[in-house]
């Protein structure tokens, strides 16, 4: 078994499989990334059948918090179903704080949080930013501390789909790119490293200044949300709400009663951060 | 004889109100619970006592302009509390009294 070590965040991981290419491209990866010395969770990706290792190499992902019925993937999708590892350890195990599936930028000490479904642009539009003055947190989970309603980063590699990836290709062609994964049950999914200061400073949390739930590929539109629609859409939006019970839900209720919200229809990122830089500065 | 209600273990409740939407929160369930008006209103006038509907509706027609929930309702707003009462003890937030 070959195995490597990172730390998104606050929360480090061990991954482990029997395929060394695997994690060759997940340290060539995570090479900037913090090696940490104890582990949260660990993820090992391994051959579905011992004699599958050689033989049309499916890769089933396992850990210490699983879904059974996980479809194996071809091995050259392993770095997917390395994400798929992580991210599912996260979802179904981490309690430290309120897990929003969202993406997050810093700018002047205050964190812009987007949520939306998968395709709304929220990943994108986060990576975007990342290359245009403001620092990336995340563009998958973000962290809402309990004790300070803090975003806490958790810039994990951003997974880019379909598009996203000449669209970030043109925006940072010197960031460094994982490999094309091509036809995997999300599309076409290529990873990107963030930009060297979103991992340097990822244990820096921001004061939540405004959240927007943006819709790409609409007309431009901003709408205000209210604090009602905001919570249930966030509810939705989290992963371990219902798990943190009390504490979560007050973590959840400060956030909507503080924050901002608005509704951002936009069809393209230039268009989006236009409207993103009008919301702030009336902040 | 009308039947009085009671909230079930008020401590175990949390009630916040956003804007035309208040949420409830149940320590016991864990559940948070997503309520219009007047829902939240009749939980502060019962507070920990039992009471009827029509207890209730005087209290609250002291506090509020109660105009604003009759109108386009053919129920009266004796039955509407009742309504939400009773959709109180199916969700396991309130029991009713029997007379």
Known sequence: MHETHFKVGPASFRVGSVWKEIIDQIEMLYASYPKPKLTDYTVTLDAIRPWRRFVRPSVAINGDFMLPDAAPLPLSHGLLGAEMGVNLQMALGWRRQLILHASSVEKDGKSLLMSGESGSGKSTLSAILGHRGWRFMGDEFALIDHDNGFVMPYPRLISLKNQAIETLKKEAPHAQFGPLMKDTPKGDIQHIVPPAQAIRKMEQGAKPALLLFPNYGYDAEIREMLPSEVFMRLTQASANFVGLGETGFNTLKHLVLDVPTFEIAYQNGDEAEAMINQLWEQL | ?99
């Not at chain 2, 009308?2 to 109100?17: D, E, F, G, P, W």
């Not at chain 2, 002291?62 to 003890?89: M, P, T, W």
């Open chain 2, 1 to 99: 004889m009308a039947n009085r209600y009671k909230m079930r273990n008020v401590s175990n409740l949390i009630l916040q109100h956003l804007d035309y939407m208040s949420l409830l929160y149940d320590r016991q369930s864990g559940i948070t619970h997503i309520i219009a008006e007047p829902a939240p209103q009749i939980i502060e006038a019962l507070g920990h006592d039992a009471m009827k509907p029509s207890q209730i509706e005087r209290i609250l027609k002291k506090q509020y302009d109660i105009q604003a929930f009759e109108d386009g309702n053919s129920d009266s707003f004796e039955e509407i509390i009742a309504a939400r009462l009773d959709e109180f003890v199916a969700l396991g937030l309130a029991e009713k009294i029997l007379s």
